[in-house]
Structures are given as structure tokens and as C-alpha cells.
């Protein structure tokens, strides 16, 4: 079975693109449940909770653990951007989680060939974990495709996506 193409006949992926600071990122379409402004819940910090879990929230009565990639990825949380915050809901090894972002891009279509795999110095530190899966172009825009499962790892420590030494 193979999945959709573009005008060319090439293999499309279906990726959906946001914003966390001032870079682009996306993940798989079909990961997601879907996108809820993050204002009107209240995030509820959780006692003894992994670092990378903000806390959680109430949706439709399912409690649901929220990871702030600002923080995941060390970016800094501009007060400015606030009022855009995003949550992502998404499936992630049978669990559902959302996860906060600056601001949604949308829709993705980028040829499976144009996704790169990430530089090795992406990987966590002493680990061979990637958080990110590979990096494409959207326009004039560099993306890093998340690697959700090594995302959401909590023995791993927190990325430094652009090479640096935490």
C-alpha cells in the first residue's frame, strides 16, 4: 500500500508544522488527535512528575499529561507568544498527551525524499537517542521533523537542538 504523492508521482509525507521560539518543527499528520488552544485549561502541576511533564490537564473528562517543548527544547518562553499558545494532542505509544507550542504552521507536504536524517550532533548527549528524526525544507525554511517517542523519553535530558552544551 503506498501513501499519497505528489504531482510528480513522488511519495508525499503528511507533516504538521508549528513553532516553538523562533524555529519550525513538525511531526507526523496522523499522530495527531487534535489542536486545542492552550488558554481556557488550566495546567496542573503534578507532584514527583518527570521533569519534561508540565502537568496535566482536563479534556472532555480525560486527564492529560502536557510536555511544554519550549522548555523541552531550552528555548525561551516569550511572554509576547503567550497569547498564541497551542496544544497538540497527540498519540504517543498508546498514550495521549498534548504538547505546548508557540503557534501552528498547519499542513506540510513535503516529498519523502527532501527529509533528511538529522546531523548526529542532534542526538542526546551519551545516548544514541534522536529527538529529532530528520530535517527538511518548507519554502526557505529549515524543519526539524520530532522524533516523538525519543521526544517523550523521560531518562533523557533535555535537547539542545542547535549543537550546544547544556
Do not use: W
Request: neutral net charge; proline residues 8%; glycine residues 10%.
Amino acid at each position: 500500500m503506498s501513501g499519497p504523492r505528489s504531482e510528480d508521482g513522488r511519495p508525499q509525507l503528511k507533516l504538521a508544522g508549528f513553532r516553538v521560539g523562533p524555529d519550525a518543527y513538525a511531526i507526523d499528520i496522523m499522530r495527531i488527535k487534535e489542536v486545542i488552544d492552550a488558554r481556557p485549561h488550566a495546567i496542573r502541576p503534578v507532584p514527583h512528575a518527570p521533569d519534561l511533564i508540565e502537568g496535566v490537564i482536563q479534556l472532555r473528562g480525560v486527564v492529560i499529561p502536557v510536555v511544554d517543548l519550549r522548555r523541552r527544547f531550552n528555548v525561551e518562553i516569550d511572554p509576547a507568544l503567550e497569547r498564541l499558545n497551542k496544544l497538540i494532542i497527540v498519540s504517543v505509544r498508546g498514550r495521549i498527551l498534548g504538547l505546548r507550542v508557540d503557534r501552528i504552521i498547519g499542513e506540510l507536504g513535503v516529498s519523502a525524499d527532501s527529509v533528511r536524517p538529522a546531523p548526529s550532533l542532534l542526538r542526546v548527549k551519551g545516548t544514541s537517542h534522536e529527538f529529532f528524526s530528520g530535517v527538511c525544507r518548507s519554502g526557505e525554511e529549515m524543519v526539524f521533523v520530532v522524533n516523538l517517542d525519543a521526544l517523550l523519553d523521560p531518562s533523557l535530558g533535555r535537547s539542545t537542538p542547535h549543537g550546544e552544551d547544556t
